[in-house]
């Protein structure tokens, strides 16, 4: 009888054999990756800029009209939002471009609080 085993081998099976890997070759794994985020260049993803939020009645509501002033619930002067598909990944100020209002990006979101946003 085998040491190893000590008799509890069943009858024709095998030994374990130790396990074998080939050497991981970087050059090719970044390639890889390189493609694979490649192929998600194209989706098109909703960036929303939010300005404020509040909460009203239907009552309230149906009773606005032109010229009617809804109060927000951000103060004057804090950071727009910067959400994509409804998830915040930075603030920021807003400017005129060409006659058209921009974003400029004051605090980005790290990865990791985007990661713990998903939860």
């Given amino acids: 009888m085998d ?6 081998q069943e009858p024709g099976s095998k030994e374990p ?8 070759q970087t050059d090719e794994r970044s390639e ?4 694979d985020i490649n192929f998600l260049l194209d989706v098109p993803l909703e960036i929303t800029v939010e300005l404020g939020r509040t909460r009203m ?3 309230e509501l149906v009773q606005l009209g032109q010229g ?6 951000k103060l ?9 598909n409804n998830k915040l ?9 060409n006659e058209k209002f921009g974003v400029r990006l004051t605090d980005t979101i790290s990865p990791m609080e985007r990661i713990r946003q998903l939860k």
């Fill in 3 to 8: 040491e190893k085993t000590n008799g509890t």
């Fill in 76 to 84: 004057a002067g804090e950071p727009m939002e910067i959400l994509v």
């Fill in 17 to 24: 054999e130790e396990a074998r890997f080939d050497e991981l």
């Fill in 57 to 59: 009645l239907i009552q």
């Fill in 68 to 73: 009617s002033v809804l109060e927000l619930e």
């Fill in 32 to 35: 890889k990756t390189v493609r």
């Fill in 89 to 97: 990944i930075a603030r920021g100020e807003v400017v005129v471009v």
